[in-house]
């Protein structure tokens, strides 16, 4: 049962354009969201997170958008740098004393120049 | 470098050995977590210790899988006697107590069992 689900395997994108990255959940109990990023041969990498009480969270290229009532959440990059070119995992997590991640499958980004 | 780290970074072995891996986390992270990740898939939660206590296992960790972190600071997973299946990469987390508390993570180990 995937409970955090990114349908699209893979995104590609011009440089300097916005990158939107989805991702959808089931589980209503998730109330703390996180997205990582990952290159070849390191570990994920924390980007940014929300939590449910908020519908938008902003850390200087990087926009994380949550809308409870469709179980969804988006992150755009704007503008899409190549450096930005990796795999993206969204994550969810419930209350705060509970420590399990959960993972989507991954969104591998190419940012093209 | 005061990451996570972990060692070592790859292992091949065969099917029927004992493996055992070793991470160290972020000096004053007190909570320490273990993922598994195959290819095509996200990192899925195995345990997590606060200190030396370990508080959570995921059904995914079954009794061929053994979590320590005496003291803790570092934590070692062993694994007895493998199986193909057990071919994933092995990722360590450190969190600490004060914000922010998103889980850091090492850069695996490539565990191939062949």
């Known amino acids: 049962d995937q409970q955090v689900k990114q349908n699209s395997p893979s995104l590609s994108v011009q440089e300097g354009r916005i990158s939107i990255l989805n991702c959808d959940y089931t589980?209503?109990?998730?109330?703390?969201f996180l997205w990582y990023k990952k290159y070849p041969a390191e570990g994920p990498t924390f980007l940014i997170s929300?939590?449910?009480?908020?519908d938008k969270n902003e850390d200087g290229r990087f926009t994380v958008f949550l809308n409870k009532s469709a179980k969804h959440l988006s992150l755009h990059i704007v503008p899409s740098q190549p450096g930005d070119s990796a795999v993206y995992f969204c994550?969810?997590?419930?209350?705060?004393?509970?420590?399990?991640?959960?993972f989507g499958t991954g969104t591998r980004l190419t940012i093209i120049p | 470098d005061t990451g996570v780290s972990q060692d070592p970074r790859h292992k091949i072995t065969k099917r029927g050995q004992n493996v055992t891996f070793r991470c160290d986390p972020i000096?004053?992270?007190?909570?320490l977590y273990w993922y598994r990740q195959t290819l095509g898939q996200g990192p899925e939660f195995l345990t997590y210790?606060?200190?030396?206590?370990?508080?959570?296992k995921s059904r995914l960790l079954s009794d061929r899988f053994s979590a320590e972190r005496p003291k803790g600071s570092f934590s070692t997973l062993e694994i007895q006697r493998t199986e193909q299946g057990d071919s994933a990469m092995y990722l360590c987390?450190?969190?600490?107590?004060?914000?922010?508390?998103?889980?850091?993570f090492g850069p695996g180990t490539r565990l191939t069992v062949t």
């Open positions: 000096s004053e992270h007190n909570r």
């Open positions: 994550a969810a997590r419930r209350d705060f004393g509970n420590e399990k991640l959960t």
């Open positions: 929300i939590s449910s009480i908020k």
């Open positions: 210790f606060q200190n030396e206590a370990q508080l959570e």
């Open positions: 589980n209503s109990m998730f109330d703390y």
């Open positions: 987390a450190s969190r600490g107590t004060r914000p922010p508390y998103e889980q850091y």
